[in-house]
């Protein structure tokens, strides 16, 4: 099962970088939900390949395609499938990789776990089986946004050394992050992020970054404790994405250099309801959700596949050089921005409908 997340809401994710096609099976979608393509093809647009000079130039639409559980415009309550089939495929780029194990990249590992592997571009460890977690994202977020008001919006905080500013939590929109081919709300900061990311693009090289995502309106009493905390399940989400290797939640490692009295969030009384005056929990309490907006940060490592030439060693132990072909980007954070957005909503969605089985 370990392409399958969610505990009532289930998303199984399938296909490889260079197959026929990628997507997911949703079971658990409730019932009678008004839902239709054009309600997940925004978010997988935002995903897709080639949209900017900042990104791989493979050329996809990424159209996704219904193929169960809906009829006449409602889900049945019966499991959703999602196609979206890959056009602009090159396995040929990737013959010297059959050899070689690109550094740092999960042609090893997945080798030595399971005796065989798909060279083409990483198969499953391709950011390519994302597709799947986004379709399924925009149906978790279409029905917090119904029955809720809940938005979530994710944005580049850093890349490299770089770092974004601070950002208005209760303001930012997703408008005002795509005003930017790097998807950082600062215009200033956007600017140096693009200048960089062009730079180590025409070197051949790569670099990392960090994205932020808020998840506002969100009901009181999200999260299971013990093991399966609020912010314990977001780690768990984020984590898993391709190249994702640090999560910290409110005032995350910041707060480690903090005294008790600086760091506590005061209540306070706020439009009929309990509500804190700072929000260095990041919105969560005890593992639940306080009320508060929920927010956070992912850190994503420089993408593996670089064409400078790397001194490494073949599968057979033989000295060599790898220069790595194919199509890249040279920072994966503007396109992971509706990623984090979307496995957010699938833990977000998980934990509602487990509370409110819970209430019934």
């Known amino acids: 099962m370990s392409s399958t997340f969610g505990t009532l809401f289930r998303v199984s994710t399938f296909g490889e970088s260079h197959c026929a096609a990628v997507g997911a099976v949703v079971d658990g979608v409730p019932a009678r939900m008004r839902l239709a393509e054009s309600d997940i093809q925004p978010q997988l647009d935002r995903r897709r390949p080639g949209q900017s000079e900042f990104s791989t130039p493979r050329e996809e639409k990424d159209l996704v395609t219904i193929l169960s559980g809906v009829e006449n415009g409602l889900t049945l309550g019966t499991p959703v499938c999602l196609l979206v089939h890959n056009r602009d495929q090159r396995p040929g780029d990737y013959r010297e990789m059959e050899a070689v194990p690109r550094p740092s990249h999960a042609d090893y590992s997945y080798q030595v776990k399971y005796g065989i592997r798909a060279s083409s571009g990483g198969g499953r460890s391709s950011a390519r089986e994302t597709i799947g977690r986004v379709a399924a994202g925009a149906i978790a977020e279409k029905y917090l946004a119904e029955r809720f008001g809940v938005e979530i919006v994710a944005w580049v905080d850093g890349v490299g050394e770089l770092e974004g500013g601070a950002v208005d939590l209760e303001g930012i929109s997703r408008q005002e992050v795509d005003a930017t081919a790097v998807r950082c709300p600062n215009r200033a900061a956007a600017e140096s992020m693009m200048q960089l990311i062009g730079s180590v693009r025409d070197r051949k090289d790569s670099v990392g970054g960090v994205v932020r995502c808020v998840c506002r309106n969100l009901p009181a009493g999200l999260g299971e404790p013990v093991f399966d905390k609020l912010d314990a399940l977001l780690a768990h989400a984020m984590l898993s994405l391709p190249a994702a290797k ?83 980007d040279p920072c994966i954070v503007p396109r992971a921005v509706p990623i984090v957005e979307s496995m957010a909503a699938l833990v977000l969605m998980d934990l509602v409908l487990r509370q409110e089985y819970r209430t019934k």
């Open 246 to 328: 640090g999560f910290e939640i409110g005032s995350g490692f910041g707060g480690s250099r903090m005294l008790g009295s600086a760091h506590n969030d005061p209540f306070v009384q706020k439009e009929g309801r309990l509500g804190t005056v700072t929000n260095f929990s990041g919105g969560v309490q005890g593992g639940i959700s306080n009320g508060e907006p929920v927010h956070f940060r992912v850190a994503f490592k420089p993408p593996a596949t670089v064409s400078l030439p790397q001194q490494t060693a073949a599968f057979d132990g033989t000295e060599t050089v790898l220069e790595a072909k194919g199509r890249h």
